[in-house]
Each structure stands twice: as structure tokens, then as C-alpha cells.
């Protein structure tokens, strides 16, 4: 009979062995779900991780892959601080929406001047507007023991209906012949965040990499970084320690908000354009997977911020290549998450064998 066993100490080795498997186990099981569908796995598995880097259109998809990963590992780093402390803010699409929308709304405050001043207001309000947005959670927690999972996700609707009503309302561009969306910021320069547009680079791909080396210090170099991991691990043991969890709380919950926000601002103000209906696509549940998948370690969330941004890129070829419904593509990614889940198991239980008396 094939038991769990717990381990003494949690394995290492599997620790940094099951995201390499599961990704392997969501290839082997997407390939099944694909041919079920009709297609051939093994070209609709290439398709989607090899032809973004390796087929004869990969000088104008690589870039994407900085566009799409940029989001997905600011908001992701900013996860990671609350779930190594057990603070799970599920809301991050909120504050990317929330961020997008008051970083957008400065710089068409100061449209058509053209002054370097507008992009970083913008990146301050932006930053500003997720920090807000979080502390709603944070501070109905700290207040009245509210549980952040559930008040984060239903800020999420709240806030796509806070982005419908700009799009339709108080954003709508004067010019646009009555159609919904804002003015394009990405071609007003003074508000733009490209910064060479041909190689996929922009202000927010600049500050992922920031957020990363900050997040490696913070955690590992740093006093906050160990209350943050002993509240984690030990939330008694970290109130002997003098950490204060309230506070502790307030600040994880900011910083995941604020670097959700900065996401958006960026996205608005480059790759989106523009304030739009359509404008939220899912990066702040995605950049869930992207926090697991990477350990909650800042350079395996670059890691996988990359790989999920791969699975965005191909999974658009495949669209239209081999005619792939969308939401094959999320269940993909979605299999990556559950394997995940599934195998991590083996990094605080081993596989064992027991004899059953009959």
C-alpha cells in the first residue's frame, strides 16, 4: 500500500524540484486535453513554449514576452511578501484596475502639456491608487478581523465596475466620436512609459527588474524580511518576537497594492494605450500562479513571470495558427497552479510503501 510519510525537515531538493515538474506534467496533460480537441499535442505543445523564442517570427514575439512577463512579476513580487507572511491578498486585478485608472487620470488632467514631470505624478498616483485600494482589506482585518481573501476578490468587481464607468464616463475621450476608452496615452509623449517600443522595453519592465533586486534584499538581507517569513512560519512565535502584526498586515498588503498598481499604471501608459472596458486581462490572478510556481523567491518569480508571459504569447499564435479556443489556453494555465499544489506535496511528505495484513 502506497502511504504519505511526513518528513522531518522539508526536502530542498523537491522544493526547487516541483515547479520543473510540474510544469512537465502540465505539457504531458495539456497535450492529452489538446488531442481531445482534435489537435496534434505535440505541435500545439510546441507551438506554444518553443515557437515564441525559436520559429522565424521569434524577433517580434520575444519582445512580447517582456511586455506580457513585465506585469505579471511586479505584481507577483508584491505577492509574495503577504503569502510568506500567511496575508493572502487575492485582490491584486483590483488594484491593477484601481492603479491603471489614477495613474491614467493624472496624465489626462495635464493633457496635451508636454513636461517630464507627467510620468512620474503618473507613477505616483498610480502606485498611490493600489496602495489605497489594498488598504481597504488590510485595514478591515486589522480593525474587525475581517477575512482579506474574501473583501480583496470582491474589491476586484467593484473595481471593473469602477473601470467601466471611467471608459463610459468621466475618461471618455472627447474626440472619440462617442466610443468608450480614453485618450491614448501611449502616443502622448510626455505620459508614454516606452521607452523603445520595437524591443518591448518600457518603464514597467525596468521597474520589475527593481522590484526583484528590492524584494532579494528586503527578504533575505534585511530585519523586515525575516518577521515577514517568521509570521509566516510562526505567527505565535512572532509576537514573542516583538512583531507587530497589524502593522505587519498593513505594510505587506501596501506593498503587494502599490506594486499592482504600478503594473497597471504601466500597462495604461504603454502596451494598453488607453482606459477601456477590456483594459484588465487577468494579470493579477495569473500572477498568483507566478508567486507559487517561483517559490515566493524574487528571482524563481522572474523565473516563472517569464514562462506564464511564454504561455500568453504562444497561447495567441496557437489561436490563430491552429485555431485553439482561449479557454484551452487558461485551462493550461490553469493546470499549472494544480500540478503545482499537487506535487508540492512531496516536499514535506515522501512516498512509502507498508504492507497491508489481510
Not at 484601481?98 to 493633457?111: D, K
Not at 473595481?159 to 468621466?170: R, W
Not at 534585511?222 to 517569513?229: D, T
Not at 497594492?257 to 488607453?274: I, K, N, S, Y
Request: hydrophobic residues 55%.
Amino acid at each position: 500500500m502506497i502511504m504519505l510519510e511526513k518528513r522531518p525537515q522539508p526536502s530542498r531538493a523537491w522544493a526547487y524540484v516541483t515547479p520543473l515538474l510540474a510544469v512537465a506534467l502540465t505539457m504531458v496533460f495539456g497535450g492529452i486535453l489538446f488531442a481531445v480537441l482534435g489537435q496534434n499535442p505535440f505541435e500545439t505543445i510546441r507551438t506554444i513554449f518553443l515557437d515564441p523564442l525559436f520559429s522565424e517570427f521569434a524577433w517580434f514575439y520575444r519582445p512580447q514576452i517582456l511586455i506580457k512577463g513585465a506585469p505579471l512579476v511586479l505584481i507577483a513580487i508584491g505577492l509574495s511578501f503577504g503569502f510568506r507572511a500567511g496575508i493572502w491578498n487575492i485582490g491584486a486585478e483590483g488594484q491593477y484596475i484601481v492603479g491603471a485608472i489614477c495613474g491614467a487620470g493624472v496624465g489626462l488632467a495635464f493633457y496635451p502639456l508636454e513636461s517630464f514631470v507627467v510620468l512620474p505624478l503618473m507613477i505616483a498616483a498610480g502606485a498611490s491608487g493600489g496602495f489605497l485600494w489594498a488598504m481597504i482589506p488590510g485595514f478591515l482585518r486589522v480593525r474587525f478581523g475581517t477575512n482579506e481573501i474574501l473583501v480583496s476578490l470582491m474589491l476586484v468587481y467593484v473595481a471593473e465596475q469602477l473601470l467601466a464607468s471611467m471608459a463610459l464616463g468621466a475618461m471618455r475621450n472627447p474626440d472619440g466620436m462617442g466610443f468608450p476608452g480614453s485618450r491614448n496615452l501611449s502616443q502622448y509623449d510626455a505620459a508614454t512609459s516606452w521607452i523603445n517600443q520595437n524591443a518591448g522595453m518600457h518603464w514597467g519592465v525596468v521597474f520589475a527588474f527593481i522590484a526583484v533586486i528590492f524584494a532579494y534584499i528586503a527578504l533575505s538581507r534585511h530585519i523586515f524580511g525575516f518577521n515577514v517569513r517568521l509570521s509566516g512560519q510562526s505567527p505565535r512565535a512572532a509576537r514573542f518576537a516583538g512583531v507587530n502584526p497589524g502593522r505587519l498586515v498593513l505594510v505587506c498588503m501596501g506593498i503587494s497594492g502599490g506594486l499592482a498598481g504600478l503594473a497597471g499604471l504601466f500597462e495604461v501608459a504603454g502596451p494598453a494605450g488607453q482606459i477601456s472596458i477590456d483594459f484588465n486581462v487577468g494579470y493579477g490572478f495569473t500572477a498568483i500562479i507566478v508567486a507559487f510556481l517561483g517559490r515566493l523567491h524574487p528571482v524563481g518569480i522572474l523565473l516563472a513571470g517569464g514562462l506564464l508571459a511564454l504561455t500568453y504569447i504562444g497561447g495567441e499564435i496557437a489561436q490563430s495558427n491552429l485555431g485553439l479556443p482561449l479557454a484551452a489556453i487558461q485551462l493550461l494555465q490553469g493546470m499549472l497552479l494544480f500540478f503545482l499544489l499537487a506535487v508540492d506535496v512531496l516536499t514535506n511528505y515522501r512516498l512509502t510503501t507498508r504492507k497491508v495484513s489481510i
